[in-house]
């Protein structure tokens, strides 16, 4: 069970990194929310979907050791590509809770 846990956590990282990157680019955040980040918070957003992507990486490195674990994230990457793309060519203002909380964080 521990590791179906493991496995969903980077899954949803690995999502929530890919879409980070992909709405930090102004064609896409225009889609979203009808308007572009300013270059410092987009590089912001940006970094931090590396950094979720990474996360990703490591759960799934630690879970099933380098052999599988890397195979396994490129399975999760490609997965949670496509689904980005779907999500953004189809329904790309289900994303704006992703900027909303976003938005929240940078005006603090």
Do not use: H
């Not at 970094?47 to 996360?55: E, K």
């Not at 099933?64 to 779907?86: D, K, P, Q, R, Y």
Request: charged share 15%.
């Amino acid at each position: 069970m521990a590791d179906l846990l493991l496995l969903l956590v980077a899954g949803a990282f690995t999502f929530i990194g890919g879409s980070q990157i992909a709405l930090s680019q102004s064609q896409y955040s225009k889609r979203v929310k009808d308007e572009a980040f300013a270059m410092r918070s987009s590089t912001l957003l940006r970094w931090c979907g590396v950094a979720l992507l990474c996360l990703g990486f490591g759960i799934c490195i630690a879970r099933n050791g380098f052999s599988f674990g890397f195979i396994l994230w490129l399975l999760l990457l490609v997965s949670a590509f496509f689904a980005i793309v779907l999500v953004l060519s189809f329904y790309p203002k289900t994303l704006k809770w992703l900027l909303a909380e976003w938005r929240q964080s940078i005006s603090r």
